[in-house]
């Protein structure tokens, strides 16, 4: 069965740091990859998408990620984080239409 | 853009209580997904539906069911509530394509069981 690891739990970066957040999964075929964020008290937000193609890809508020298949990672990264990037951030593998894993979620704490 | 609404934002319950939680979503989405959040667990799927009156179980559907009688609305429910039940509950929507799509979320149930 397909499984999703985030391995940090929280993160703590200042104000303008870069940031990685890692996620990693274990999967047969070639997966669906996704970035969810979720700000406090709300529901989950698409930040970006892989499907196929480009293994860099690029979604909103100036994040991208990076596919790479040999280390079974979809790492999501940012050059420099606002304090308003703080939030839960899921990563999500899936198959089918009905067969979405999630990660356990990493926690951004951003300092001033 | 798509909009997928909850219910309730809170809820409190008292144990052995029926609880409704509603979700409504306008896109048109064939499929429709109940889960539950809990701090360390991340999301876990509950029920999920991919057409009228169509159901499957997901991971954790034991204590609850679920209706769809139409197609944007997807009802969970908790047919006698417990306290270990005390948890966020999201629901999402999707396109019934090929492979995963995105999903849409609403923004959580956060139910309270006494």
């Known amino acids: 069965a397909q499984s999703v690891t985030q391995p940090d739990i929280h993160i703590t970066v200042s104000e303008g740091a870069s940031l990685e957040l890692r996620c990693n999964y274990s999967?047969?075929?070639?997966?669906?990859l996704f970035w969810y964020v979720q700000s406090p008290g709300q529901g989950l937000q698409l930040l970006l998408k892989?499907?196929?193609?480009?293994?860099l890809v690029q979604g909103i508020k100036g994040f991208e990620a990076e596919f790479k298949r040999s280390q079974s990672s979809f790492n999501l990264r940012k050059p420099s984080v606002h304090w308003s990037d703080a939030a839960e951030y899921f990563c999500?593998?899936?198959?089918?239409?009905?067969?979405?894993?999630f990660g356990a979620g990493t926690r951004l704490t951003v300092k001033p | 853009d798509v909009k997928v609404t909850q219910s309730s934002r809170y809820l409190v319950k008292r144990t052995g209580e029926k609880v409704f939680l509603e979700c409504v979503q306008d896109?048109?989405?064939?499929?429709m997904f109940w889960y539950r959040q809990d701090p360390g667990l991340g999301l876990r799927l509950i029920y999920f539906?991919?057409?009228?009156?169509?159901?499957e179980k997901g991971d954790i559907p034991e204590g609850y069911s679920v209706s769809r009688e139409k197609k944007e609305r997807f009802s969970l429910i908790l047919e006698s509530a417990s306290t270990n039940q005390t948890s966020m509950y999201l629901c999402?929507?999707?396109?019934?394509?090929?492979?995963?799509?995105?999903?849409?979320f609403g923004p959580g149930t956060r139910l309270t069981v006494l």
């Open positions: 539906s991919y057409d009228v009156k169509m159901k």
């Open positions: 999402a929507s999707s396109r019934r394509t090929g492979g995963a799509d995105t999903q849409y």
């Open positions: 999500a593998v899936g198959e089918g239409n009905n067969d979405m894993r």
């Open positions: 892989y499907f196929s193609g480009d293994t």
């Open positions: 896109m048109d989405h064939e499929n």
């Open positions: 999967y047969g075929a070639t997966p669906y």
